[in-house]
């Protein structure tokens, strides 16, 4: 009996990975790609998300608790020198004003992450299209294999649907026209 050689290890410029390995190097590339985003931040974003997170949190909700608290009490209890007397005109028209700077700075802050969001939906997309020609050309590859191995006993019209490259126009075309014309529950989609 021949003695089994023993296993080599790769160089350790091509270490065999696992998937933690790799979803740490996607999550680091991630990471990256957000310190790029947050790095080019014009100052009237970094400013109008800076007001946003504050706004959207309690110590922001306690101190107009105690500011209010303390504007009323001054101007409703007796024998203080009312500033604004009820109804708190002065005090309304300083809330209206708040309300409409801090509506400003939240939809500053709303259109920043939007156009984050459409940047990331973008590189979903050219991934997602580049996947699939991937496995487009994968299919066809395989099949060439099986051809010249003799692994396929039958055509299979499922197989050669798929090898067919996906026309994103099309399925764009497609999905408007379900969403535009939609089945009554139950029937099966139409189609042309």
Not at 151 to 163: F, Y
Request: aromatic letters at 8%; proline letters at 8%; charged letters at 25%.
């Amino acid at each position: 009996m021949d003695p089994q050689p023993e296993p080599t290890l790769p160089p350790s410029g091509n270490r065999m990975r696992d998937v933690n390995d790799l979803t740490r190097e996607n999550v680091r590339t991630m990471r990256r790609l957000e310190e790029l985003e947050t790095a080019h931040r014009s100052i009237a974003d970094r400013m109008a998300n800076f007001v946003a997170r504050f706004c959207g949190s309690m110590t922001f909700v306690w101190c107009h608790v105690a500011i209010f608290g303390a504007w009323i009490a001054w101007n409703a209890i007796p024998g203080f020198n009312h500033f604004d007397p009820y109804p708190f005109t002065f005090l309304t028209l300083c809330v209206s004003l708040e309300a409409i700077f801090l509506s400003s700075f939240i939809l500053i802050s709303q259109n920043y992450e939007m156009r984050i969001s459409d940047r990331r939906n973008q590189l979903d997309l050219q991934i997602d299209l580049l996947s699939e020609q991937e496995n487009t050309k994968m299919l066809q590859l395989l099949e060439r294999i099986a051809l010249k191995v003799g692994a396929v006993s039958q055509a299979d019209p499922e197989l050669k649907m798929l090898e067919q490259a996906t026309q994103p126009e099309q399925l764009a075309r497609e999905i408007d026209e379900a969403f535009d014309h939609p089945s009554p529950p139950g029937e099966p989609p139409a189609t042309r």
